[in-house]
């Protein structure tokens, strides 16, 4: 088998059940939803080709994915392409570990609560991505200034924290291959001022913001990008 989607049906699927699929050394794709898991099958599963990889809670189950345990991502630095997490309990370590996946395209770490902004920043080497979600998480001005300049093939990308001001906004701007941006309505402290250096991402198609601190005013600054269709 090369894909393979596990469903716990709101808990009780633990390391100690993914684990044995390890004696499936073709497997490329793992999808994990509604598990009790930490993550400590991942040392088990390092012989294995992993394309794609989503480790999610749901229900009444909780993803605890420790970094401990994440470190061990770094297995599939070659392969890897797309990777799905969500839990709050994943920080610094995770992160570097992520940060080394050289042909990830696309992460989502939406729920991924306990990431601070600085946790964020390792995700500039991540060269290839092109599609970021960083939503519920604490990425902010620290992240997006590590990110501009170094992802030039991000075409969209999810985030919103209290950590993301205008000065952040302005590093945005500078991911100039955007089509697809959405600002979260923790992003309490943009304002007007930071959505008028939206106006340089020319290629953006679709802009989604929930920020409470954006007026008519701030809104006026997206009238001219030509390419906007949402």
């Known amino acids: 088998l090369e894909d393979i989607r596990l469903y716990g049906t709101g808990g009780g699927l633990t390391d100690e059940g993914v684990r044995h699929l390890a004696s499936n050394q073709g497997l490329k794709r793992l999808s994990v939803y509604e598990a009790d ?3 400590a099958f991942l040392a088990d599963l390092a012989g294995c080709p992993l394309v794609e990889l989503s480790l999610k809670g749901g229900g009444s189950a909780q993803t605890h994915l420790q970094d401990e345990h994440a470190a061990n991502l770094s297995a599939w630095k070659k392969t890897l392409q797309r990777l799905d997490l969500d839990s709050p309990e994943l920080g610094s ?8 996946l050289e042909e990830l395209l696309r992460l989502d770490l939406n729920g991924c609560s306990g990431l601070s902004d600085a946790d964020c920043v390792p995700l500039q080497k991540l060269s290839r991505l092109t599609h970021l979600v960083l939503r519920d998480t604490g990425a902010g001005d620290q992240t997006v200034a590590a990110l501009a300049g170094k992802l030039d093939d991000l075409e969209q990308l999810q985030m919103g924290s209290e950590a993301l001001t205008d000065k952040g906004m302005e590093s945005i701007s500078r991911l100039l291959s955007l ?7 923790k992003a309490v402290h943009v304002t007007d001022a930071g959505v008028w250096n939206l106006e340089r991402l020319q290629r953006l198609r679709y802009l989604c913001l929930r920020v409470p601190g954006i007026t008519g ?6 009238v001219n990008m030509s390419e906007l269709n949402d």
């Not at 089509?179 to 309505?185: A, I, K, V, W, Y």
């Not at 005013?217 to 997206?222: F, K, P, S, V």
């Open 93 to 100: 370590l995770g992160l570097e570990a992520i940060g080394s």
């Open 179 to 185: 089509d697809n941006l959405t600002l979260e309505d």
């Open 217 to 222: 005013e701030g809104l006026a600054a997206i």
């Open 37 to 39: 898991c930490a993550g």
